[in-house]
T-cell receptor, first 114, second 110 residues
Framework: DTAVSQTPKYLVTQMGNDKSIKCEQNLGHDTMYWYKQDSKKFLKIMFSYNNKELIINETVPNRFSPKSPDKAHLNLHINSLELGDSAVYFCASSQKNRVGNTIYFGEGSWLTVV | AQRVTQPEKLLSVFKGAPVELKCNYSYSGSPELFWYVQYSRQRLQLLLRHISRESIKGFTADLNKGETSFHLKKPFAQEEDSAMYYC????????????FGSGTRLLVRP
């Protein structure tokens, strides 16, 4: 039973295309996140949703648009892909307001823009 | 601003040697600190959190508020410990997001 699952795991696409990455968690958590890991392995938060409501929107281009149809899903849509978008995107979830609660990560989606 | 610093990008040791991965933080409040590990091309997994004071896979980490550090230690490194290690701080505001350090790659040589 995968706790946080993302699809696709690997995605190679051309510049200018629009693509989506889907994420689902079956942990009953109320908060979900998208993190980006760049080629230097830096991990940075992009978005966070709590009960389908956006609570974090870091400095991310408008081409990136998260969508949360329900609290178990947080999808990431990227418009007009650029070479610099190549990275590993990690979805994660946690239960908010629970001290010491763990953030669980998905396996990552390797996006390569050519 | 809240910040997590891991000064070493790469730490290379021989099997059986002691390991210490450094982590320093700055935070205006009581921090919640974690160590995550990422094996090659896999997801990040929680290794330790300071409130648990546990030992996982032989690793321990003690929060030192005076030195604002949360170094990760293991007395005898194993080859299977080779991975990326991230120190992370959780913000205790409404976001509860994790702020990660830049990561340290541990390479344990036979």
């Amino acid at each position: 039973d995968t706790a946080v699952s993302q699809t696709p795991k690997y995605l190679v696409t051309q510049m200018g295309n629009d693509k989506s990455i889907k994420c689902e968690q079956n942990l009953g958590h109320d908060t979900m996140y998208w993190y980006k890991q760049d080629s230097k392995k830096f991990l940075k938060i992009m978005f966070s949703y709590n009960n389908k409501e956006l609570i974090i929107n870091e400095t991310v281009p408008n081409r990136f648009s998260p969508k949360s149809p329900d609290k178990a899903h947080l999808n990431l849509h990227i418009n007009s892909l650029e070479l610099g978008d190549s990275a590993v995107y990690f979805c994660a979830s946690s239960q908010k307001n629970r001290v010491g609660n763990t953030i669980y990560f998905g396996e990552g989606s390797w996006l390569t823009v050519v | 601003a809240q910040r997590v610093t891991q000064p070493e990008k790469l730490l290379s040791v021989f099997k059986g040697a002691p390991v210490e991965l450094k982590c320093n933080y700055s935070y205006s409040g009581s921090p919640e600190l974690f160590w995550y590990v990422q094996y090659s091309r896999q997801r990040l997994q929680l290794l330790l959190r300071h409130i648990s004071r546990e030992s996982i896979k032989g690793f321990t980490a003690d929060l030192n508020k005076g030195e604002t550090s949360f170094h990760l230690k293991k007395p005898f490194a194993q080859e299977e410990d080779s991975a990326m290690y991230y120190c992370a701080l959780r913000e205790m505001d409404s976001s509860y997001k994790l702020i990660f350090g830049s990561g340290t790659r541990l390479l344990v040589r036979p």
